[in-house]
């Protein structure tokens, strides 16, 4: 049997000791060398040095065709993403997550992660003694982690109430947002949203930051962990039409946006990918709407070159769409006429156009002229079409 464990802490360690000492292949990743001094000069296994959200650490350390997969490290939510990849992309049967909190724990379980809490463990067997009574089973302990919801005031908002949320949302500009991450990108984003009229709550957990986000913000900031099911349920995310997460670590923005989605019924949620080859996984993990900094940079750098006219902007790769800027001139077909009029294609939208130092945004009556920038969205089978009704071939 082959198996891979993340994190080479006292509880990975202990764990790949025992293992290898009945006979299986181990491997075991921790991003601190230093840590697999803990494994002695004994273990036959494979050590990898690296992060466990990082699709090649994962297959350097033979997770193709393992049969069981450990996520132990201290951290819930690197837990949660590495799990996620284990048995998404990579098909490990079993796969098993340490989570200290017992909340995020109860919903990963229902994504087929076996998840343990050592939290609502330890914390029951201590109830238990003090009353000077019996140890249950370890499964009844685990269960005590449908209490926990009781215990934090967390209850998540039944079925029905997330379907009524994302149908009266639907095509409605956003009431309320919330933003994960008060560093640069979170906090002009937040000053952005505000400007616009916006109702934002902007969320962060670590606390000089958060001190110094409120001297500005007032009331806008709110101090906590936004990926703990508990915060969410004091912030109203039950109440959220678009949730924006731009931390500074993949991981968490996977979590928040995972769980404001699937267990709050969030029809919108937006995730930076600070990694670019996590763009992919987000979206196998079902985040759709990602923005990584790199691929942007990238896509502008393509940006500079114009052809005919007729320049790709940014190729939204995943849904088979672009956006396409077109510079008219006084022998385009399109000039003189009103958009209304252009009888355009099935699968392109005209998005906005500028006119010397101003833009609008395209309506049926707006009317093309000379010197017009006009952008549009589109499928490439509906911009050649296009281009050829708005912009002279």
């Known amino acids: 049997m082959r198996v891979v464990i993340l994190g080479c802490g006292r509880v990975g360690s202990t764990l790949a000791l025992m293992l290898d000492l009945e006979g ?101 067997m201590l109830f238990d003694r003090l009353f000077d009574r019996p140890y249950r089973d370890v499964a009844d302990y685990l269960q005590l982690t449908h209490q926990a919801f009781r215990l934090y005031a967390a209850n998540l908002p039944a079925p029905e109430q997330i379907s009524a949320h994302q149908i009266k949302s639907e095509g409605k500009r956003p009431s309320y947002i919330i933003v994960a991450g008060g560093g640069k990108v979170g906090y002009q984003l937040t000053k952005a949203l505000l400007q616009e009229g916006y109702e934002v709550l902007l969320v962060e957990k670590r606390p000089q930051r958060y001190y110094l986000l409120r001297d500005d913000l007032g009331e806008t900031v709110f101090y906590g962990d936004a990926c703990e099911i508990r915060t969410m349920a004091q912030i109203g995310m039950e109440r959220a039409d678009l949730v924006i997460a731009v ?18 019924g969030v029809p919108r949620a937006i995730a930076r990918v600070n990694t670019p080859t996590n763009e992919e996984i987000f979206h196998m993990l079902g985040i759709d709407e990602t923005i990584s900094a790199t691929n942007l940079l990238f896509q502008l750098v393509e940006q500079v070159i114009a052809i005919s006219g007729f320049l790709p902007l940014a190729l939204l790769r995943r849904s088979g769409l672009e956006i396409v800027e077109m510079k008219l001139t006084e022998n385009s077909p399109a000039v003189g006429k009103p958009v209304r009029e252009l009888n355009l294609p099935q699968g392109c939208l005209l998005i906005a156009l500028v006119r010397g130092e101003s833009a609008q945004v395209v309506v049926g009556e707006t009317v093309l002229q000379p010197s017009d920038t006009v952008l549009a969205l589109a499928n490439p089978d509906a911009a050649r079409q296009m281009r050829k009704i708005i912009v002279k071939e």
Do not use: H
């Open 24 to 124: 299986m292949e181990v491997s075991v990743i921790d991003k601190d060398p230093d840590s697999f001094q803990r494994l002695g000069e004994s273990f036959r296994g494979k050590t990898v040095a690296g992060l466990g959200i990082d699709v090649e650490v994962l297959q350097e350390s033979g997770i193709e065709g393992a049969d069981a997969f450990f996520a132990v490290t201290n951290g819930d939510n690197t837990n949660i993403m590495a799990s996620q990849i284990a048995k998404v992309k990579f098909g490990v049967p079993k796969v098993f997550a340490r989570i200290y909190d017992p909340l995020r724990a109860q919903v990963y379980r229902e994504l087929g992660i076996e998840t343990v809490s050592a939290t609502m463990l330890v914390a029951g």
């Open 247 to 264: 931390t500074g670590d993949d991981e968490d923005n996977l979590v928040f946006c995972q769980v404001a989605k699937r267990w709050f």
